[in-house]
């Protein structure tokens, strides 16, 4: 299926565009509402157009080399992430689905079990509940409406960020991890209805380690940057998605994992998740862009791995295009007190 980029022009005129990937070029989309993914993805539900054929009738403009555009080194262009709200960042929810893969559901265990004096053999954490919730009831019947899997909020369209952008760990953090998924991408209509766009490698970055203390740290540790990209893949094969992840230290490997996502790796299926997210009317907002990870397989953090500034994490899956790149940036190491002004 067709894979899309989006890019920033830099120099005298800045402008936005989307490219179609014709490897090893990328060919610039000509036309109307060819300035953003969301827009074309406006006027295929407009027109009633499959996305797919209409970028392939707007792929008439320039072809650029990727190479210098993946690598950061293209005079003229810039990576943005493969889909965002071009006007209104915070109209881009960003959240996301855990204890879906039997991977993860491994590493929150060992992150949350409790030492063996004081919980009976048998006991499981509130985490394997979860993951054997889904695994029961994560897969329902078509016509019927699943379990619930557990959801969290990461922010909104200004926590994304693209291919080869630095990741930020924060001052108050106390740790930063790569996270490797595929996130799926929507935008709702005017009705009130949401449409996939696409899906996307994603690194859903989080703190562990302040997870780790306390499992009720959950929606503290999710609130971080992340990236998608580079490409978003239209109506992609979600049977079985064999990819790999990795981490890079100066010049070598210090850490990678065979991964896999996709229907068969997973609790829960994609229509259930999706059920679960759109269900709540806050999140069917005619005009809002949705970007919601599906969840891991396994994270280095599982494995004892501690990232340090400088570390490139890197995700790729088959059939999405080009890796996911990132640099792991620490804010600071001065934690200020945040005070608040009374207007009273």
């Not at 299926?1 to 120099?11: A, D, F, K, V, W």
């Not at 320039?62 to 960042?89: C, M, N, S």
Request: a negative charge; charged letters at 20%; proline letters at 8%.
């Amino acid at each position: 299926m067709p894979r899309l980029i989006q890019l920033q022009r830099t120099g005298s005129v800045a402008a936005r565009r989307v490219a179609l990937v014709e490897e090893p070029d990328v060919q610039l989309l000509e036309g109307p509402d060819t300035d953003s993914v969301y827009a074309l993805a406006l006027a295929a539900i407009a027109t009633r157009t499959p996305l797919s054929v209409l970028v392939r009738s707007r792929a008439t403009g320039d072809r650029l080399p990727y190479d210098p555009i993946y690598q950061g080194t293209a005079p003229d262009w810039r990576l943005l992430p493969p889909i965002d709200h071009p006007v209104e960042p915070a109209r881009c929810l960003v959240s996301g689905t855990g204890l879906t893969h039997i991977g993860s559901a491994r590493d929150r265990h060992a992150m949350h079990e409790k030492p063996a004096s004081t919980v009976p053999e048998a006991a499981l954490t509130d985490s394997m509940r979860m993951f054997q919730a889904g695994l029961d009831g994560g897969r329902p019947a078509p016509g019927e409406i699943g379990v619930a899997p557990e959801w969290f909020y990461k922010g909104t369209g200004v926590t994304l960020r693209a291919h080869g952008d630095p990741l930020i760990m924060p001052a108050f953090a106390e740790d930063g991890g790569e996270e490797a998924e595929i996130a799926g991408l929507y935008v709702i209509d005017g009705a009130g209805h949401p449409h996939r766009v696409g899906m996307a490698i994603g690194n859903e970055f989080s703190d562990h380690r302040f997870e780790r203390r306390n499992y009720l740290n959950l929606a503290g540790s999710k609130l971080r940057e992340c990236a998608i990209g580079p490409e978003l893949v239209l109506a992609p094969d979600f049977h079985h998605v064999p990819g790999e992840t990795w981490i890079e230290r100066a010049a070598d490997i210090i850490w990678s994992k065979p991964i896999a996502s996709g229907y068969v790796n997973m609790s829960h299926s994609l229509l259930n998740l999706e059920h679960h997210h759109f269900k709540f009317p806050l999140h069917r907002r005619p005009g809002d862009v949705h970007v919601h990870f599906f969840g891991a397989h396994s994270l280095s953090f599982g494995e004892g791995i501690a990232l340090r500034p400088g570390d490139v994490m890197a995700v790729r899956f088959d059939g999405y295009g080009r890796a996911l790149r990132n640099v792991l940036r620490v804010e600071g190491t001065d934690d200020r007190l945040v005070t608040v002004t009374s207007l009273g």
